[in-house]
């Protein structure tokens, strides 16, 4: 019963590392996204898939990288951490892509919090 | 630029009170949902609306979707310490893949 399960739970980083965010899901999804989540602009997205081997960018992608070479990973790469990426990002997952998906809902990880020195 | 305005950014009430929380746009959505998110969680849908002018109960939550599918409102009724959190209202548009987020409303419902 796990659902979307994010790590790490915390991260600090040095301005110019580099890490992974891991979203891995159970529920046979096609479609997965990231979002970050910044005080007073809601969810932002940063990029998604709708099936394994197909990503695409969403409103805030500089920065960051995906890829999607099973249908349940979906890991977020910052290249080189820089303190406007200090935030909390959001892995989320739903049934699938296409029309559909205007009615299925998002299933969200509990988030990881990172902050960038 | 954010597609999905909401209002107001913070409320809070005591117990038993009524509140309205609004989600307005110039876009028009093929649909949209509500979620809660509580402290150290990921959102979690509340309701999906789809047609213009519908209306649609949660026990003490209505949600209505605009008849022109730019907007919708959350109605709490007699509100409780357990409807704390923050809600966010999520759209459809053009390519069926992108949800777009509001801005969000945190609730404080206190005793």
């Known amino acids: 019963n796990a659902g979307v399960t994010q790590t790490p739970k915390f991260q600090v980083l040095k301005t110019g590392q580099s890490m992974t965010l891991q979203c891995a899901q159970d529920?046979?999804?096609?479609?997965m996204s990231w979002y970050r989540q910044d005080p007073g602009m809601g969810l932002r997205l940063i990029h998604y898939?709708?099936?394994?081997?197909?990503?695409d960018q969403g409103e805030v992608p500089n920065g960051y990288n995906v890829s999607r070479s099973t249908t349940e990973d979906f890991p977020l790469r910052l290249l080189s951490a820089a303190p406007s990426q200090t935030s909390v990002y959001f892995c989320?997952?739903?049934?699938?892509?296409?029309?559909?998906?205007?009615?299925?809902?998002?299933?969200f990880g509990n988030g990881t919090r990172l902050t960038v020195t | 630029t954010q597609l999905l305005e909401q209002s107001p950014q913070f409320l809070s009430i005591q117990e038993g009170e009524n509140l309205t929380v609004y989600c307005n746009s110039s876009?028009?959505?093929?649909?949209l949902q509500w979620y809660r998110q509580e402290p150290g969680e990921g959102p979690v849908l509340l309701v999906t609306?789809?047609?213009?002018?519908e209306v649609k109960k949660l026990k003490r939550l209505t949600f209505q979707f605009g008849d022109a599918r730019k907007d919708s409102s959350l109605h709490i009724t007699a509100a409780q310490p357990g409807d704390t959190g923050l809600y966010l209202c999520?759209?459809?548009?053009?390519?069926?893949?992108?949800?777009?987020f509001g801005t969000g409303t945190r609730l404080q419902v206190t005793l």
């Open positions: 529920m046979n999804h096609e479609y």
């Open positions: 609306v789809v047609t213009g002018g």
């Open positions: 898939s709708v099936g394994a081997g197909i990503t």
């Open positions: 989320a997952s739903s049934y699938r892509s296409g029309t559909g998906v205007g009615r299925s809902p998002l299933h």
């Open positions: 876009s028009v959505f093929s649909s």
């Open positions: 999520a759209g459809y548009t053009g390519t069926a893949s992108k949800l777009t």
